[in-house]
């Protein structure tokens, strides 16, 4: 698969076959979100891999659909998934460089970017993924253990798609361009 294919194919995967995900491909989607551009080259990411069901319901636990953190329903269809990455940031190696704007911006800009290398290279093993940010940080991070340095940015629940997910539909880019200056078409 070409990167352009890679790209236009992906799309979020939130139902699974029960095919497991070897640690060889795991390392490669790894390395690919490792290639990624940050500020100041400080690749402040830390992954952590699950695949006990146990701490994968845990987490499910902390998830939430929708925005009300609290009364929002777990999000159930992650088990389905036979491993988690959950992408974290370490704050300190952003925050020593760059102060308060690697807590406003910096580190959640570069844990993106590294994410979607990582969602692209998914596609092109014929995996499936979804960014998933619904969770409540603290108890995410009481589970996981994170030092109080390491806070969690996103998760990635990854396996083979069973072929049920839709493509959603995106806005013609067209109408998203300005030239010279916002408005003027
Ligand atoms: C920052 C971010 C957070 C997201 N969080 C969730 C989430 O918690 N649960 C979920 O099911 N999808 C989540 N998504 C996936 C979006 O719903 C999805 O990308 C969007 O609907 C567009 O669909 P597509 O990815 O198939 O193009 C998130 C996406 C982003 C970029």
Redesign the pocket.
């Known amino acids: 698969m070409n990167v352009k294919e890679a790209i236009t194919n992906r799309?979020?995967i939130?139902s699974f076959t029960k095919g497991e995900v070897s640690n060889e491909m795991i390392l490669e989607i790894l390395r690919a979100g490792n290639c990624a551009p940050t500020a100041g080259n400080i690749q402040p990411w830390e992954f952590i891999i699950v695949r006990e069901h146990l701490t994968k319901k845990e987490i499910v636990n902390t998830?939430f659909l929708g925005k009300d953190e609290q009364k929002g329903i777990p999000?159930k269809w992650m088990l389905l998934a036979p491993i988690f990455i959950v992408i974290c940031a370490d704050v300190d190696r952003s925050y020593n460089k760059y102060g308060e704007k690697s807590l406003k911006t910096l580190i959640y800009l570069d844990c993106s970017a590294c994410i979607e290398n990582m969602l692209i290279t998914i596609v092109d093993l014929n995996l499936g993924s979804?960014?998933?940010?619904?969770f409540r940080e603290k108890e995410l991070s009481q589970i996981l253990k994170l030092p109080a340095n390491v806070i969690p940015i996103?998760i990635l629940p990854v396996g083979y798609p069973n072929g049920m997910s839709i493509?959603?539909p995106k806005i013609d880019v067209e109408s998203k361009i300005h030239y010279e200056w916002y408005n003027k078409k």
């Open positions: 799309m979020s939130r998830t999000q979804c960014y998933v940010s619904g996103g493509k959603r």
